[in-house]
């Protein structure tokens, strides 16, 4: 390892390609100055060993500046491949411990180099700094994110549009400036040709740099920059850039690899056109905008089941879009709300309820806002108005209701309940009274197994009607609880049954069922573990939500657990997630129906390496569930 010093002169250089990547992009500027200040700039040779167990504890924190670093063993699948501005070894400099793999220069590779105590002293200055460096999962979940969206990209489309080149994907003449042009006339320019970026040239048009409209956010408007600046101040230097002949399937993995929106195109060394994320995904995209008012404007069930495939077909396009799992099932549910809602009205119009106060109540994962690809109904009913002599009278037209609007979900792409959890069984339809006394009986005297099957009515939201209901049932639920130990130990014990499948010997325990062999169930032994502890944790706290993430978040305030642990369970559980939705996607685009069976030797060691951790989390989850509530 050869190593120099950074010159003064390219002191603003090397912000400005530091601030090109996270962490240093959210950094307050002085502080990336000061690293920058500090750092030395080391070459390796392809082949080279950066870093390895032997050598102890590391005297110094890397940051790829070109090239590439390969962490892991021998073994070709075992290795993680570090690109431009990826750091490590960042779990070794906390622990003041040796690396566990070796680091090796993948080709010729320029590596930033800051000593071990300057960490140190950037961790205390930089809270960005250190959330990034102390988020272990979320850095391992950044990392897969990156290969997801790759592999999807290539899967999303599997004609000859990904092998077009990308001249015939741009069509428009490229908006470019040179430099030296003010801020306002290249803001302007990009105004006038309703575009999101503008290259920057030398006045051969060769590229110089490129500046976006995510970019005037963070480096013209919030630094309160004047108009006059020169582009080249702000512009983003050494853009990535690829052949005007390079196909669209390559420009797909460039960005997925490199985190970025937009690519130049060149030829003969000059500007040839500007190809963005969107103009590649313009003609897959749906429009969340456009479901919704089709769902509001569907005058029949034929119309809802249309829009229920575009729901479908609107997750899979942005799942391999590389939408997080978070946001995914949460707009999954919220458009399936939408289109039980307008279910609901056709049906209620004619249903003859004007005398009776009722309110349709989801349960279970629409309850959590948590839906997948793979989902049933479950739901409920809550009334009130009519006189007693008249509540079975008033039951029997709201089960009827009911009837239809279920079997609506169904052709609707939401499968019956097998347990006949829902609004159409009578035993479901209850009065606000009647649902008191029943989880009255769940909370006082429930068995262990009456309240597994009962668990997910604790996740009842309210969805269409007279929502003060629910509302009520919610805040009187909540004190019921309060101050019952034993009804706590007992779901406690209950989510304890459920043991995360990590081996002694082997990785993973699997399955040895004859219809799922060597696989993992990622609905049971996954995310159920967390969302069992997060309802135990919201149920004891008097917290009235109903989503696994929002319930620890809250819930971890108010029982006082440490923010790191509420940070890595919330973390584990949307991996989870998104290795549910993956699998599920997979299985539909071969025909399959989707499950939660999960082989896991078909995951890539990076995500095999997450689940491993994911399923620990679950573990300690579990521990704190059995040290507060088991007793």
Avoid at 122 to 138: H, K, M, N, P
Avoid at 183 to 205: I, Y
Avoid at 357 to 382: K, P, V, Y
Avoid at 618 to 625: E, N, S
């Amino acid at each position: 390892m050869t190593t120099t010093a950074i010159a003064p002169s390219l002191l603003a250089a090397t912000v400005q390609d530091l601030r090109r990547h996270a962490p240093f992009s959210a950094m307050d500027p002085s502080q990336v100055e000061w690293m920058a200040s500090r750092l030395q700039l080391a070459y390796f040779p392809a082949g080279a060993t950066v870093l390895e167990p032997d050598a102890g504890v590391p005297e110094w924190f890397y940051v790829v500046k070109q090239g590439s670093v390969e962490a892991g063993g021998a073994a070709e699948d075992s290795v993680i491949k570090l690109l431009a501005g990826e750091c490590f070894p960042l779990g070794a400099l906390l622990a003041g411990r040796a690396v566990a793999n070796q680091f090796r220069a993948a080709g010729d590779s320029f590596c930033y180099l800051l000593a071990a105590e300057d960490f140190h002293a950037l961790l205390e200055q930089s809270a960005v700094f250190r959330d990034f460096c102390t988020r272990r999962i979320a850095s391992l979940l950044e990392q897969s994110q990156k290969a997801v969206q790759s592999e999807y990209a290539l899967r999303q489309d599997e004609d000859t549009r990904l092998e077009r080149s990308l001249a015939s994907v741009c069509a428009r003449t490229p908006v470019s400036v040179t430099g030296g042009t003010p801020l306002s006339a290249a803001l302007q320019a990009m105004h006038d040709a309703r575009v999101g970026s503008v290259a920057v040239t030398d006045d051969d048009r060769r590229p110089l740099g490129i500046l976006t409209l995510k970019d005037v956010l963070s480096r013209v408007t919030l630094p309160g920059l004047a108009m006059d600046t020169p582009i080249e101040k702000v512009m983003t230097s050494e853009p990535i850039n690829l052949p005007a002949g390079a196909t669209a399937r390559e420009a797909l993995l460039t960005m997925a690899r490199h985190g970025i929106h937009h690519l130049l195109l060149v030829a003969d060394g000059k500007l040839a056109g500007v190809i963005s994320e969107k103009d590649l995904f313009a003609i897959k995209r749906m429009s969340v905008q456009g479901i919704t008012n089709a769902i509001a404007n569907a005058a029949d069930i034929d119309a809802l089941k249309l829009a229920g495939r575009d729901i479908a077909a609107l997750a899979h396009s942005l799942l391999a879009q590389g939408m997080e799992a978070e946001t995914l099932t949460e707009l999954i549910a919220t458009l399936n709300d939408h289109l039980t809602r307008r279910l609901i009205d056709l049906e209620a119009a004619a249903a003859g309820l004007s005398d009776t106060h009722w309110c349709w109540m989801a349960l279970g994962s629409e309850g959590r806002m948590e839906q997948t690809l793979a989902t049933d109904q479950d739901n409920a009913l809550i009334f009130s108005g009519p006189p007693e002599a008249k509540t079975e009278a008033a039951r029997e037209r709201l089960v009827d209701m009911a009837r239809r609007i279920n079997q609506g979900l169904d052709a609707c792409g939401f499968p019956l309940c097998k347990g006949l959890v829902m609004a159409s069984n009578p035993k479901w339809c209850l009065t606000a009274d009647e649902w008191r006394a029943q989880f009255s009986r769940w909370i006082d005297s429930g068995g262990p197994d009456e309240l597994l099957n009962a668990s997910i009515f604790f996740d009842f939201r309210p969805l269409y009607g007279e929502q003060a209901l629910a509302a009520d049932l919610r805040s009187w639920l909540t004190a019921k609880v309060q101050g019952n130990p034993r009804f706590l130990k007992q779901m406690t014990q209950n989510a304890l049954r459920n043991v995360p499948p990590l081996g002694l010997v082997r990785d993973f325990v699997l399955s040895e069922d004859e219809k799922h062999p060597h696989t993992l169930d990622l609905k049971l032994n996954g995310s159920m573990p967390f969302v069992d502890g997060a309802r135990i944790f919201a149920l004891a706290s008097g917290q009235t939500a109903t989503g696994t993430a929002q319930r620890l978040k809250q819930a971890g305030q108010a029982l006082r657990i440490p923010a790191e642990e509420i940070v890595s369970w919330v973390q584990a559980f949307h991996f989870i997630q998104l290795l549910r939705l993956r699998h599920q996607h997979e299985h539909e685009r071969q025909g399959l129906a989707p499950d939660n069976y999960l082989n896991p030797d078909t995951l890539s060691v990076l995500d095999r390496r997450i689940l491993k951790e994911a399923f620990r989390q679950a573990r300690k989850l579990q521990a704190r569930l059995a040290l507060d509530y088991e007793r």
